[in-house]
Structure formats: structure tokens, C-alpha cells
């Protein structure tokens, strides 16, 4: 595969810059510190597209709480497809028993990931069990989920950056944007 040279350069268009997305951080820190004041709050996210956005996410709530760190992968999607098929690749570390968790996630696409993740942590019996996106994508809802924190609702564009990846790319950009159509063709 060949490899970019300005990652920059690949991108059409940028649909949240960096101050935005910090902004919103910073405001879903707030709402998060109100509603779980005294609780015991544990954030789980899922690797490794919330990466950034936990790292940022966590640091905006005054409360102590507990991290932990999930990784799955989707199998029988495509580059830019899930499937709704999810393998732990990586469970939690420790017991969210009795735990307040709140789910952090990079994105909701069809809810299909999300679905299978949350019946998963329910079975964990937490004493509550929330979620928490920065990016929603409500037209492409297979799976009616409903979502206590959100970000940014995004039209139907496959997005990279800020932790989005595509093909394990551009995961290190500070915004999100959307990529040109050019870069998909190269490899499909
Ligand atoms: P869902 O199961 O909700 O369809 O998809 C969730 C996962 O698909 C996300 O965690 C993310 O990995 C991937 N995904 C969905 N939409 C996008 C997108 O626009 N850009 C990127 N890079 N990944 C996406």
C-alpha cells in the first residue's frame, strides 16, 4: 500500500475543526461532572477510534472515576462498512459491578457495535450504564439506541480523524473531516 505523504492534503473537507471539537469536550466535561457528582464513575471506551476523544473527554470531568479500555473489531464489513459483527479483541481489566459506567464512544454509525456493547456491559450488572458519543450519524440508524451524551450529529459521510481512521489512517489528524473521493477509489 502506498504510503501519504500530507495527510492534509487528502482531506476535502473539514467538518469539525479542533477548537470545535474542544469546545464540546470541554461542555460534555461539564454536563457529565454535574450528573455524576457523588456517584461511582467508571468510563469505559472502545480502541481505538475514542482514544482521543476519552484522553480529552476524561481530563474535562472534575470527578475521580476509573478508566477502563476495550478493543473490538467489526469482521465481514468493509473499509467503510460495519457489519455488526463485533470480537472482543480486548476486554476490561477490572469489574464494573456495582459501577456508574458511562460507554464513551468515537462515533454511532448503524448502532449495531453499540448494541452488541451495551448488552455486553449490562451483563456486567454496572449500577448504570450510559453513553456518551462525539459523533452521531442518526440517518444510518439500524438499532435504536438511545444515546444520554452527544457531540456533534454529522450527515451521512464517512469521517476520518480525530481517532477515525481509514484503513488505519489519518487517526492523528486534530479535526475531523471528510476525505476526498479519490482516496477511496484508489483502493477499492
Ligand atoms: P456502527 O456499528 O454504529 O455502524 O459503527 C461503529 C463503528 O464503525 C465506529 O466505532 C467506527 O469504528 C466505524 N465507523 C462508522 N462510521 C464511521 C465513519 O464515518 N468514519 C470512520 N472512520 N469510522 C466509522
Known amino acids: 500500500m502506498s504510503h501519504t505523504v ?4 487528502d482531506i476535502g473537507e473539514v467538518l469539525l475543526s479542533e477548537a470545535e471539537i474542544a469546545a464540546k469536550t470541554a461542555e460534555l ?3 457529565i461532572s454535574e450528573d455524576y457528582a457523588g456517584r461511582n464513575l467508571t468510563l469505559v471506551s472502545v480502541l481505538k477510534g475514542s482514544l482521543p476523544f476519552m484522553a480529552d473527554l476524561m481530563r474535562q470531568i472534575s470527578l475521580p472515576l476509573r478508566i477502563d479500555l476495550m478493543e473490538v473489531s467489526s469482521y465481514g464489513g468493509t473499509a467503510t462498512e460495519s457489519s455488526g459483527l463485533v470480537r472482543i479483541i480486548k476486554d476490561l481489566s477490572a469489574s464494573i459491578a456495582d459501577e456508574d459506567v458511562l460507554l464513551v464512544e468515537d462515533i454511532i454509525d448503524t448502532g449495531l457495535t453499540l ?13 448504570s450504564l450510559r453513553i456518551c458519543t462525539l459523533l452521531d450519524k442518526p440517518a444510518r440508524r439500524l438499532v435504536d439506541i ?4 452527544v457531540g456533534f450529529e454529522i450527515p451521512d459521510q464517512f469521517v476520518v480523524g480525530y481517532g477515525l481512521d481509514y484503513s488505519e489512517r489519518y487517526r492523528n489528524l486534530r479535526f475531523v473531516g471528510v476525505l476526498r473521493p479519490e482516496v477511496y477509489s484508489a483502493h477499492e
Do not use: F, I, S, T
Not at 115 to 127: D, E, I, Q, S
Open 6 to 9: 500530507d495527510l492534509e492534503a
Open 29 to 31: 466535561g461539564r454536563r
Open 115 to 127: 448494541n452488541y456493547l451495551v448488552r455486553y456491559l449490562r451483563g456486567k450488572n454496572p449500577a
Open 146 to 149: 438511545p444515546v444520554d451524551y
